[in-house]
């Protein structure tokens, strides 16, 4: 009866967060952001588990000492595969903590963030100008050099997301029209990226062949 309560606790906090993510997302839109993490951070994490210790040794342990100490972690990795697993490991505690207080409080509804919020996004030169055709106001302004590579980064997310989710092959025109924008951004012309393309398949080959490769190692790549 405990594993049960217990896995439905779970799955109710687990509902909650994915309302927020999707709320976020509804906002927000994609974001891309660097991690800003580091071995920067290395003292501060040494600093929070020895407070965690510390504190379990008085008794006096509490979920703000074992929380920081896993976020505090994270911080201090840069390898994305270390960082992932410190992530989903604060991620644990924090909703081990949700689980917590619902069982003091009584586990209240969840509101997601979603009044009077605005997002934005990288769109194609000429959008403005149909939004006013069709009678909108559309506010725009031209992206600043050093945010540039960062929407487009997150608008060939968006674009790549498109085409998974509807299938539809003229969803690769939108794909690709963000590609030549990020290649113009390193200096490489549509020509200059051909060549790139053109010279790795004559190295590897392309997918003709539809191979689909068994990897006995995680670590190896194609």
Same mark, same amino acid.
């Given at each position: 009866?405990?594993?049960? &309560?217990?896995?439905?606790? %779970?799955?109710?906090?687990?509902?909650?967060?994915?309302?927020?993510? *999707?709320?976020?997302?509804?906002?927000?839109?994609?974001?891309?952001?660097?991690?800003?993490?580091?071995?920067?951070? *290395? $003292?501060?994490?040494?600093?929070?588990?020895?407070?965690?210790?510390?504190?379990?040794?008085?008794?006096?342990?509490?979920?703000?000492?074992?929380?920081? &100490?896993?976020?505090? +972690?994270?911080?201090?990795?840069? !390898?994305?595969?270390?960082?992932?697993?410190?992530?989903?490991?604060?991620?644990?505690?924090? /909703?081990?903590?949700?689980? =917590?207080?619902?069982?003091?409080?009584?586990?209240?509804?969840?509101?997601?963030?979603? *009044?009077?919020?605005?997002?934005?996004?990288? /769109?194609? !030169?000429?959008?403005?100008?149909?939004?006013?055709?069709?009678?909108?106001?559309?506010?725009?302004?031209?992206?600043?050099?050093?945010?540039?590579?960062?929407?487009?980064?997150?608008? %060939?997310? +968006?674009?790549?997301? +498109?085409?998974?989710?509807?299938?539809?092959? =003229?969803?690769?025109? !939108?794909?690709?029209? /963000?590609?030549?924008?990020?290649? *113009?951004?390193?200096?490489?012309?549509?020509?200059?990226?051909?060549?790139?393309?053109?010279?790795?398949?004559?190295?590897?080959?392309?997918?003709?062949?539809?191979? /689909?490769?068994?990897?006995?190692? $995680?670590?190896?790549?194609?």
């Amino acid at each position: 009866m405990e594993n049960d &309560e217990t896995a439905a606790s %779970l799955q109710r906090v687990l509902d909650d967060v994915a309302a927020e993510r *999707a709320a976020q997302d509804r906002l927000w839109g994609v974001q891309e952001f660097s991690d800003g993490t580091g071995a920067a951070y *290395a $003292p501060r994490a040494r600093e929070a588990k020895e407070e965690c210790a510390a504190a379990a040794q008085r008794g006096e342990l509490t979920w703000r000492h074992i929380l920081a &100490e896993e976020f505090f +972690e994270a911080l201090a990795e840069s !390898d994305a595969v270390h960082l992932r697993t410190e992530l989903v490991q604060t991620a644990a505690v924090a /909703v081990k903590w949700i689980q =917590s207080l619902d069982r003091r409080a009584g586990m209240p509804p969840h509101r997601t963030k979603e *009044a009077g919020g605005s997002f934005e996004k990288l /769109v194609r !030169d000429r959008i403005p100008e149909i939004i006013q055709k069709h009678g909108g106001v559309p506010r725009a302004r031209t992206a600043r050099d050093g945010e540039y590579g960062a929407l487009l980064r997150t608008k %060939l997310y +968006e674009e790549v997301g +498109e085409y998974v989710a509807a299938g539809d092959p =003229s969803e690769l025109a !939108d794909i690709l029209e /963000v590609v030549h924008a990020l290649a *113009a951004l390193h200096g490489l012309t549509p020509a200059d990226l051909e060549r790139l393309r053109a010279g790795k398949a004559v190295e590897r080959g392309g997918f003709t062949r539809r191979l /689909v490769l068994t990897l006995g190692d $995680p670590a190896e790549s194609t």
